[in-house]
């Protein structure tokens, strides 16, 4: 068995998102139960009863560590920053909005239409 199988860390500390643009939204939990959104979730997607400047966060996500997650609380408003993906920006499942493109002019005017869809009263229920 060899005995010099190892990792070999650097000292210095490990800058995640380096070079990608980011926003910070402000964000408003207007439902009645907590709301909790992972590292790696298409923010421009999550749970309606979040409110905020949705078109901002259009091909983004949480400027988080993976694996980690932020709780919102009802009535709860923060500021949070969101950091482009990284990729194709090519965004499937989710709430649907997106199924493709984040960066096309097509893919984003598609996006904007089912979000307005999407948010009208007569789809209400939480997702």
Same mark, same amino acid.
């Given at each position: ?29 207007? @439902? ?5 959104? *992972? !590292? ?8 309606? #009863? =979040? %409110? ?40 499937? @499942? ?5 199924? *493709? !493109? ?8 598609? #996006? =904007? %239409? ?14």
């Amino acid at each position: 068995m060899q005995t010099n199988d190892r990792y070999l860390l650097a000292d210095e500390p490990v800058e995640i998102n380096a070079g990608r643009r980011t926003v910070t939204l402000k964000v408003a939990n207007t @439902g009645d139960r907590p709301i909790q959104v *992972g !590292s790696h979730f298409h923010f421009f997607e999550v749970n309606r #009863a =979040l %409110r905020f400047d949705r078109a901002q966060a259009l091909g983004m996500r949480l400027n988080i560590p993976a694996g980690l997650a932020i709780r919102f609380e009802p009535g709860d408003e923060r500021e949070v920053e969101v950091v482009e993906f990284g990729g194709a920006h090519r965004m499937v @499942g989710f709430n649907n909005l997106v199924d *493709g !493109s984040a960066i096309t002019d097509g893919g984003r005017r598609d #996006a =904007l %239409r089912r979000l307005q869809e999407w948010q009208t009263p007569d789809n209400a229920s939480d997702t």
